[in-house]
């Protein structure tokens, strides 16, 4: 399994409220979180990009603290998907409309 690495825009409202902390905290090791300065998402703002090596990518927007976990859900179904491939959105309730890009790997 490849390890998921999550980028926050810090540019983003959600970003500059401290979201890649609270999302550290609540995914443990389970991922790297790091952040980017303006991820270009800004039509849909507070954007998170989920990426593995080998799997498609995932890059989200319009995501508060209130998404969080979704946002853990999310991070397990991909990590479990070979590729990153998700058969059944329907877990992460609200995150599953936030999608903006799913880039192959």
């Known amino acids: 399994m490849s390890a998921v690495t999550i ?32 991820m ?20 989200f927007g319009e995501i508060t603290e209130a998404e969080i976990p979704n946002l853990v859900t999310f991070l397990a179904l991909y990590a479990a998907a070979p590729d990153g491939t998700l058969a059944d959105a329907r877990p992460l309730g609200t995150l599953r409309e936030k999608a903006i890009a799913r880039i192959p790997g």
């Open 7 to 38: 980028t926050v825009c810090r540019s983003c409202p959600a970003g500059q409220a401290g979201l890649a902390a609270r999302l550290a905290e609540a995914v443990g090791d389970a991922a790297a979180v790091r952040e980017i300065d303006c």
């Open 40 to 59: 270009s998402g800004c039509t849909r703002p507070s954007t998170v990009a989920f990426r593995a090596e080998g799997k498609t990518a995932y890059l």
